[in-house]
């Protein structure tokens, strides 16, 4: 149980594009969703928090404006990094946690998309 | 700020042998602490975790070992195995959840 799917796994896209990756909850609905970024050989570090049908809450430093985030259901969240550019090359990752469970519930994760910009 | 310290960064241990990975942390509203094992071009799978209230968790060969006055806890591999070889993170939860702060990182290689 708790299976958390991501798509696409690895993109390869022009300077200039807009890319959108998908996060879903495949056997629970997810009250929170969130999204990292992780750069080789260093640990997680969060972009973004959203629940389901409000607004995400970026961390400092986060273009929200680049890295627009939606979470229009309980099992589906989408990053879309806008215009991209090569310093956004990374290992993005999303993961879902559920409240409906009670307190000290882990966050659970996709296996990453792996974005590349030429 | 870095609220969970986490070493060493890379560990070499051999097949069979004991692997220990360390954590600090400065918050104390954490209130749940996961550990996570990732391998290359994968997300973070959780391996086990623990409340702030109990001392010791045990599950198969990893072992959560707490100390809640030192702000401190580690993670012990009992017989290591090369399948063991991937990155491991501490972390820290508030927010019943919502509210992840990852440590470093370290980087386990187990030998033959």
């Known amino acids: 149980g708790a299976v958390v799917s991501q798509h696409p796994s690895w993109v390869i896209c022009k300077s200039g594009t807009s890319v959108k990756i998908e996060c879903r909850s495949l056997?629970?609905?997810?009250?929170?969703m969130f999204w990292y970024r992780q750069f080789p050989k260093q640990s997680l570090m969060l972009m973004a928090t959203?629940?389901?049908?409000?607004?995400?809450?970026?961390e400092q430093g986060v273009e929200k404006d680049k890295f627009l985030i939606n979470h229009a259901s309980l099992t589906l969240s989408t990053l879309t990094v806008t215009s991209a550019h090569p310093e956004d090359s990374s290992f993005y990752i999303c993961?879902?946690?559920?409240?409906?469970?009670?307190?000290?519930?882990?966050?659970?994760f996709g296996d990453g998309t792996r974005l590349s910009i030429l | 700020q870095q609220q969970v310290k986490q070493s060493p960064q890379s560990l070499i241990v051999q097949k069979g042998g004991i692997s220990i990975i360390n954590c600090a942390y400065e918050?104390?509203?954490?209130?749940?602490f996961p550990w996570y094992q990732q391998f290359p071009g994968k997300g973070p799978a959780l391996l086990i975790a623990?409340?702030?209230?109990?001392s010791e968790k045990k599950e198969g060969r990893f072992t959560i070992s707490f100390n809640k006055s030192a702000k401190q806890f580690s993670l012990h591999i009992m017989d290591s195995q090369p399948g063991d070889s991937a990155t491991y993170f501490c972390a820290g939860v508030t927010g019943g959840g919502n509210k992840l702060t990852f440590g470093t990182g370290t980087q386990l290689k187990v030998e033959l």
């Open positions: 959203s629940n389901e049908g409000s607004k995400a809450t970026y």
């Open positions: 918050n104390t509203a954490f209130d749940y």
């Open positions: 623990i409340r702030p209230d109990v």
């Open positions: 056997d629970f609905q997810a009250t929170t």
């Open positions: 993961s879902a946690y559920t409240a409906r469970a009670g307190v000290g519930q882990p966050q659970h």
